[in-house]
DNA sequence: GGCATGTGAGACATCAATGACGCAGTTATT
DNA sequence: AATAACTGCGTCATTGATGTCTCACATGCC
């Protein structure tokens, strides 16, 4: 594959998101459009919807593994842990409107990254006893509403920043001091 | 407009709203199907895809302002306002996916009644002071959380039920005590 | 420089959803 | 019972998205 081609794959998949984002249907013309490129190469580089979506997802979740790593979920205090991959995450820039609703649930080793993550927060004492599974749905519903936040409210971001707003609530929600 | 035409029409809100909470795309066909009605008389019923679009927002949108009445917003203790509110919407079986997802944001009028009840929750130290359109989201994505929990969780509707569950995670969420 | 690869533009076929009719048969209403 | 209103079914036109293909041109790579 040319270096050429890689960078227009690149493109494509970076516009898909932001593109898919605001519309989950807009259609493989805009999503070429927003990428520079035509509707054909598109198809060159993708077979078909289905494989772009997937493609998409699957590079997602491969930034979520890296967040969930770059985080230490398994050695860090969970608090910070919780804070940082937060942070992480916000600069991401990831439309989280797509990656949560559309490309279906976090994989599994994202799944049970998280799972780790609020099992030693309840350890520590930090939240209340409760299913992690509960405990993730929770989470990402709040980076949902914490993500599309700032157009609205930026005041509300005062000390810790949006990440810091995040885990506030969050911790807040599953029953910690 | 005959008796039998009326329960056309609201057969069809009906099978809308199931169908499309399941899918958002669905097809007036499928639509029709689900209502034991034929596609032409969702058209005759309702001009355009869009109309009823509109219709069935319209549809929900009352019924959260019947809900804020009844869980009289205005006068009860708050919290208690809170649980009933909750109590009363699950009951309701709406499908919240589209409700909130898809019939874009509450009407003004809903969104009035909200603002109120958590600014009275605030008056009353059930949460730490923020601005209402944050209070409002984070109930709406929590109560969506909640909504599709029995499903894999049913152990976690412990003591008070769903309504319970929700009004403690809000709480919670917002910085109550 | 020359070859292989990638690309844009456009044409084309397909398909599903939408929306509009007409007609024959049913049902509510008076 | 007579009339007006509904409905199901089938037909048709239209539209927008998808996917495929070809051809001329460009661009990366050896």
Redesign the pocket.
């Given at each position: 594959?040319?270096?050429?081609?890689?960078?227009?794959?690149a493109r494509i998949l970076e516009a898909a998101e932001t593109v898919l984002a605001d519309d989950p249907?807009?259609?493989?013309?805009?999503?070429?459009d927003a990428?520079?490129?035509?509707?054909?190469?598109?198809?060159?580089?993708?077979?078909?919807?289905?494989?772009?979506l997937k493609a998409l997802s699957e590079r997602l979740n491969d930034r979520y593994l890296a967040v969930i790593e770059q985080a230490k979920v398994e050695t860090a205090p969970p608090v910070l842990a919780l804070h940082r991959a937060s942070e992480i995450v916000f600069d991401l820039k990831i439309s989280h409107r797509f990656s949560i609703t559309l490309a279906s649930a976090p994989g599994r080793e994202v799944q049970d990254g998280l799972d780790l993550l609020f099992t030693r927060l309840q350890e520590a004492g930090a939240i209340a006893p409760a299913s992690p599974s509960w405990c993730r749905r929770v989470y990402l519903a709040l980076m949902g509403e914490v993500y599309l936040l700032p157009d609205e409210a930026p005041e509300l971001v005062e000390a810790g920043g949006r990440a810091g707003l995040l885990v506030k609530t969050v911790l807040g929600a599953l029953g910690g001091r």
């Open positions: 594959m040319r270096a050429d081609a890689e960078r227009s794959t249907n807009a259609s493989l013309e805009r999503i070429g990428a520079g490129v035509a509707r054909a190469t598109v198809h060159r580089r993708f077979a078909s919807r289905q494989a772009l």
